[in-house]
């Protein structure tokens, strides 16, 4: 609970006085006919409150200490038979609140909280309903008050401006969950390193991920895993899964768990046999020295920005050397003709979400990294085949090596380094 207060308290900081800040909860869905799809509390609402019961809404006022209000389901016998214990509005002093209402009368209560305030903060676009609820009660108070002494809101902002920053840099409680987060998915890895074999199938390996995940305590991915073999591993969000796995491919697995609300993100690319092919090694070499030295800048005074050209001048020169690019590295560079190979950048932030929260920078300067950030790197070359002007032998490879990165005071720290990516280590962990 303490957590929760102090990031409420930070957001608190950051708002002007006379505000409120509304954040609503995710709702349940359907998969199809009456069955939903597992529950995920939104990012923004468990971040500020610990609550993971659907069809919510948190108030948090600038004039308060850290304390909140909640609008949450009532408690109801006969639906807590079929789906479990909710906690009802009266027992949500238990996680911090002040007060708690039933979401019934959201639409009735939240005008009691709007009025003599000068500016609201909320997430548009992300529950219209509720959204709607909150614009019509602003509309009405601007009629009912405008004989009075009272006044309503005059600006309604996006809260992801303020709360966003926040959740860019993590706390130390927030790097431990991280950390588990990675060590469970680098067992997982493993794991699929050493009981991958030729003609088994793509979603045969993502069972051992899942497997390992669930097994250490993470019931859920982070994101739809991506287990692409050969030419599939071209597709950057290949998640179909399904087609046999072929003795001289390798493949390219993209999986994470969730492990308490937080990513991990881990790729590695490996050979099905256990055994890397010439061409393969070459490939392979070339993404493995800019995962290398991407990391190397992940630091204070450095930029993503520093970390991406750092990843295209290493892919470039590789691509120089395979004889697959022709000319000088300055002009291939300035012309992106890399981009056939390689066409994402290099990384992104990480957290709660797997692509998380906070901007890169602002009017087209980019920010640096601060101790407390974690970054993705992972840099990658693809050969589609249908590429022209590339040897038969290196078609349908495609190889990304991804590993999380905590910015610190000092050196970066990979938070996925008991994952082998060496060639010669992954290929004798797959003997073992």
Not at 190 to 204: G, L
Not at 244 to 271: H, M, N
Not at 322 to 348: C, P, Q, S, T
Request: proline content about 3%.
């Amino acid at each position: 609970m303490k957590e929760y207060l102090e990031r409420r308290k930070k957001l608190i900081s950051k708002m002007p006085k006379n505000s409120l800040a509304i954040i609503f909860g995710s709702n349940s869905l359907i998969r199809n006919g009456d069955v939903e799809f597992p529950f995920r509390q939104n990012s923004d609402f468990f971040y500020l409150t610990g609550f993971e019961e659907p069809n919510a809404v948190a108030i948090i006022e600038s004039d308060d200490s850290g304390e909140f209000t909640i609008f949450c389901q009532d408690k109801d016998p006969s639906k807590e038979q079929w789906e479990g214990n909710r906690m009802g509005p009266k027992n949500c002093k238990n996680i911090g609140a002040k007060e708690g209402f039933s979401i019934e009368v959201f639409s009735e209560e939240i005008s009691n909280f709007l009025i003599n305030k000068e500016r609201i903060y909320y997430q548009k676009d992300l529950n219209n309903s509720l959204e709607d609820i909150v614009n019509k009660n602003i509309a009405m108070l601007k009629k009912t008050t405008s004989r009075s002494n009272n006044f309503v809101p005059e600006e309604i902002h996006s809260i992801d401006s303020l709360l966003h920053e926040i959740r860019l840099l993590k706390t130390k409680e927030e790097i431990k969950i991280i950390r588990k987060a990675c060590e469970i998915s680098s067992a997982a890895h493993i794991r699929a390193m050493k009981n991958v074999y030729p003609e088994m199938y793509e979603y045969q390996l993502e069972a051992e991920y899942v497997h390992e995940f669930m097994k250490n305590g993470a019931k859920a991915c982070a994101y739809p895993s991506i287990v692409g073999g050969g030419k599939n591993a071209c597709i950057l969000h290949y998640n179909e899964n399904k087609d046999q796995l072929l003795d001289g491919d390798l493949v390219l697995v993209d999986a994470g768990c969730e492990f308490k609300g937080y990513a991990s993100d881990i790729t590695r690319t490996f050979p099905i046999n256990g055994k890397f092919s010439k061409a393969q090694e070459a490939v392979y070499e070339i993404v493995l020295e800019a995962n290398k030295e991407c990391i190397k800048t992940v630091r204070k005074n450095f930029t993503p920005n520093d970390t991406e050209k750092k990843a295209v001048e290493i892919i470039t020169q590789g691509l120089l050397d395979l004889n697959i690019l022709n000319g000088e590295i300055k002009e291939l560079i300035e012309r992106k003709a890399y981009h056939d190979f390689y066409m994402h950048r290099v990384g992104h932030w990480m957290g709660m979400d797997v692509h998380d929260v906070g901007s890169y920078g602002l009017n087209g300067n980019w920010r640096k990294y601060l101790p407390g950030m974690i970054t993705t790197i992972e840099p990658g070359i693809y050969f589609k085949q249908d590429l022209k002007n590339v040897p038969k032998e290196f078609l349908n490879i495609g190889i990304r090596i991804e590993d999380d990165v905590l910015v610190t005071d000092g050196d970066p720290e990979v938070l996925t380094s008991s994952v082998p990516k060496d060639l010669k280590k992954v290929e004798s962990i797959m003997r073992s």
